[in-house]
């Protein structure tokens, strides 16, 4: 079976200091792992992906998370905050292998800019 | 950029009756997708579709729902009878191509059921 884990509810950070969204994951076989924003009455909206190569991935918005294998985290970060980026976010993970494509949400963590 | 849209934004709905939620996803994907969040909890996934079949689906999953694709646009989820626990945020989803795990998964805004 397939988890994810965000261990804090919630994330409190200056605007313009770097913030940090920690995610750690379990599956079986090489992690395909995500990182989507929830806004207000939306939907989620993708953020960026780890699938292979390197450990550090780009997405939007200047995000960028770290993938750790032998940690089996997957946290995101962002250099400086700012106030836009309050929203919740999630983590979710899936297995490589052919067929599964269910993605396993974590239970969000919600980001809050200070200004 | 194309979006996955879903209708109504809100649905109540008496317990017992039948629902169907809809979604348009984007116009090239092939696989589809529903998840649903209760309130305060996590995103769950519920079923898989693609090639006009269920590929993949939960345990959550029961009798008491279907999926369909009736023509080339739209993908419904049927709940036959409602229960006061299928209140939540259902969301659908769409994604490019089975098995290409380099294409995310696009979601939509969701619909939020309320059975009274």
């Known amino acids: 079976a397939q988890s994810v884990a965000q261990p804090e509810d919630q994330v409190n950070v200056a605007e313009g200091n770097p913030l940090t969204v920690k995610c750690t994951y379990s599956v079986s076989g090489n992690p395909y792992l995500f990182w989507y924003v929830q806004y207000p009455n939306r939907g989620l909206q993708f953020l960026l992906k780890y699938i292979t190569g390197d450990n550090l991935v780009k997405g939007s918005y200047g995000f960028e998370a770290e993938f750790n294998k032998s940690q089996t985290s997957f946290h995101l970060k962002k250099p400086s905050a700012l106030v836009s980026d309050s929203a919740l976010y999630f983590c979710a993970v899936r297995g490589s292998n052919f067929g599964n494509e269910k993605l396993t949400f974590g239970t969000g963590t919600r980001l809050t800019i200070i200004p | 950029e194309p979006e996955v849209t879903q209708t109504p934004s809100h649905q109540v709905t008496q317990m017992g009756q039948e629902v169907i939620l809809r979604c348009v996803p984007i116009?090239?994907?092939?696989?589809f997708y529903w998840y649903r969040q209760i309130l305060g909890q996590k995103v769950e996934f519920l079923v898989s579709f693609y090639n006009n079949e269920i590929s993949e689906k939960s345990e959550i999953f029961d009798d008491q729902f279907s999926v369909e694709r009736p023509d080339g646009s739209n993908f419904t989820l049927k709940i036959r009878s409602t229960k006061l626990e299928d209140s939540a945020m259902y969301f659908c989803?769409?994604?490019?191509?089975?098995?290409?795990?380099?294409?995310?998964?696009?979601f939509g805004d969701g619909t939020r059921l309320s059975i009274l």
């Open positions: 116009s090239n994907h092939l696989y």
């Open positions: 989803a769409s994604s490019e191509i089975r098995g290409d795990s380099n294409q995310p998964q696009h």
